[in-house]
T-cell receptor, first 118, second 114 residues
């Protein structure tokens, strides 16, 4: 199957700093990538849909100025958590979709990034 | 819009026993259904999926799930679990033929005891 690589797997940063998380599709082109946030023992919450060459679509309640998404190429999307605070500590997961429009496609997930803000 | 309900947050079971993880969904349109598995501090891996055709789908590691349209369910089963099956399992649904954005259930933690 297709491989999605997410980096870093773990990051600890100081409160007030910014952190960038990369999501790469290694063996396919992904026109659409998704960013999720997962709280302990809870499901994945979709934060935003990232489209190559255009602005990301954010879900309701997600601050777009805090969670900056850049999808500059067909194989790379980045999520930058700006001015991080301890409440931003979470597990962030990206996924990328193979294929074009339509539902008969599968999303492949990165291994996730554990962000801890101290 | 779709929604997914995983009725059990945690399922403890002994090794080699059978297990069923329940999943019910709600949708006004036709759906695709998925089960994903997540090991600690890792991303999600697709376990199996139903898109169309046979309502019984199987994975390579012995899991199976059956799509029941009348009961709007997609329960996951395995006749004999291993310690290595201990993980978090997520049921997901997406709109068939629509823009693919899966909606996830809250997950079921399968804990296999020796």
């Amino acid at each position: 199957g297709a491989v999605v690589s997410q980096h870093p797997s773990r990051v600890i940063c100081k409160s007030g700093t910014s952190v960038k998380i990369e999501c790469r599709s290694l063996d396919f082109q992904a026109t659409t990538m998704f960013w999720y946030r997962q709280f302990p023992k809870q499901s994945l919450m979709l934060m935003a849909t990232s489209n190559e060459g255009s602005k990301a679509t954010y879900e309701q309640g997600v601050e777009k100025d805090k969670f900056l998404i850049n999808h500059a190429s067909l194989t790379l999307s980045t999520l930058t958590v700006t001015s991080a605070h301890p409440e931003d500590s979470s597990f962030y997961i990206c996924s990328a979709r193979v294929g074009g429009a339509g539902g008969n496609t599968e999303a492949f997930f990165g291994q996730g990034t554990r962000l801890t803000v101290v | 819009a779709q929604s997914v309900t995983q009725l059990d947050s945690q399922v403890p079971v002994f090794e080699e026993a059978p297990v069923e993880l329940r999943c019910n969904y709600s949708s006004s349109v036709s759906v695709y259904l998925f089960w994903y598995v997540q090991y600690p501090n890792q991303g999600l891996q697709l376990l199996l999926k139903y898109l169309s055709g046979s309502t019984l789908v199987e994975s390579i590691n012995g899991f199976e799930a059956e799509f029941n349209k009348s009961q709007t369910s997609f329960h996951l089963r395995k006749p004999s679990v291993h310690i290595s099956d201990t993980a978090e399992y997520f049921c997901a649904v997406s709109e068939a033929g629509g823009s693919y954005i899966p909606t996830f259930g809250r997950g079921t933690s399968l804990i296999v005891h020796p």
